[in-house]
Nanobody
Framework: QVQLVESGGGLVQPGGSLRLSCAASGSILSQYDMGWYRQAPGKQRELVASILRAGRTIYADFVKGRFTIPRDNAKNTVYLQMNSLKPEDTAVYYC?????????WGQGTQVTVSS
């Protein structure tokens, strides 16, 4: 069983930056494909970015060039570096860990982009 704990959310002005963290316990993070998803009120949860076990990264079109998803296996942590934030990035951001036999979600962290 894997427990995922997100942190780093908060209030930021448009154009600012935030760095979200997802720390895993109960297993080795390198054994999972990792992803960040977000969900705004009244909208479906959507994929933001992912980094696979083999190292391939995937980004949604709306964050390409602005967000990156590094992982630090030594710290058992995956990050979402968010730059050039826009008001439409406002959402609850969730960390996900998945492999062939398991699928885990964190509790989420709120990101609000507003002037």
């Amino acid at each position: 069983q894997v427990q995922l704990v997100e942190s780093g959310g908060g209030l930021v002005q448009p154009g600012g930056s935030l760095r979200l963290s997802c720390a895993a316990s109960g297993s080795i993070l390198s054994q999972y494909d990792m992803g960040w998803y977000r969900q705004a009120p009244g909208k479906q949860r959507e994929l933001v970015a992912s980094i696979l076990r083999a190292g391939r990264t995937i980004y949604a079109d709306f964050v390409k060039g602005r967000f990156t998803i590094p992982r630090d296996n030594a710290k058992n942590t995956v990050y979402l570096q968010m730059n050039s934030l826009k008001p439409e990035d406002t959402a609850v951001y969730y960390c996900n860990a998945r492999n062939r036999i398991a699928n885990y979600w964190g509790q989420g962290t709120q990101v609000t982009v507003s002037s």
